[in-house]
């Protein structure tokens, strides 16, 4: 009679599988909550404040980005049937339905926003104004709700790959860093790229 010989244990991806994946969504999350704290700043005086108002906006872009990949991935990877992340489980049936709509309120608030000042031609400003303006709000609302229910768990998993005592516990945590410092880059590149086109007059409906 043999014995059965213990299964080898599961090698963790150099990503960090899905509590890699949780870490870089955290991280991510709290970067964009400062970024898109700092840019609502300037909306009450965006004719003022235009340059800075476009800047801060496309810098947000890449890290919104690279959140929305994060979060389609753990989507992917759990109904591709991953035990990992079926392990894990779905987040729970509000924020499962109010995710792919804040990607899209989101994408469009941003996007609509670049076509103020580089796409679209004069005559459809007042639209894309209007439509910049009518996803803020309902971006802001739904938004309010998303953070409220993931902030205990973003605070709490965003700061862990920086910490000595939790990084080394799941792999991959420099590149996680890497990738939301180079989003971050390729937004302050973008947003240096957008502000020749920029002018005080540019029309946000204020």
């Known amino acids: 009679m043999t014995e059965d ?3 080898k244990p599961r090698r963790t991806p150099r990503s960090g599988g899905v509590d890699g994946n949780e870490r870089l969504t955290a991280m991510v999350a709290v970067l964009l909550l400062v970024l898109l704290f700092l840019a609502g700043l300037t909306v009450p005086v965006a004719n003022a404040q235009t340059r800075l108002h476009v800047f801060l906006g496309v810098v947000v872009i890449p890290p919104v980005l690279l959140k929305v990949a994060s979060t389609s991935w753990r989507f992917i990877r759990y109904y ?3 035990f990992s992340y079926r392990r894990k489980g779905p987040p729970a049936p509000l924020f499962r339905l109010l995710g792919p709509v804040i990607v899209v309120l989101t994408l469009v608030m941003l996007f609509s926003g670049v076509g103020l000042v580089i796409v679209a031609p004069r005559s459809m400003h007042p639209q894309l104004s209007q439509i910049h303006h009518a996803s803020f ?3 802001f609302v739904v938004m309010a709700v998303h953070v409220l229910g993931h902030l205990k768990e973003t605070l709490a998993y965003a700061p862990r790959d920086f910490m ?3 990084r080394r516990k799941v792999r991959g945590a420099s590149r996680r860093a890497w990738a939301t410092l180079a989003s971050v880059a ?3 590149a973008c947003g240096w790229a957008i502000l020749p086109y920029v002018s005080n007059v540019t029309n946000f409906g204020h």
């Open 137 to 139: 709000f309902l971006w």
């Open 164 to 166: 000595r005592r939790t």
């Open 5 to 7: 010989r213990p299964s």
């Open 80 to 82: 591709a049937g991953n």
């Open 186 to 188: 390729a937004g302050v």
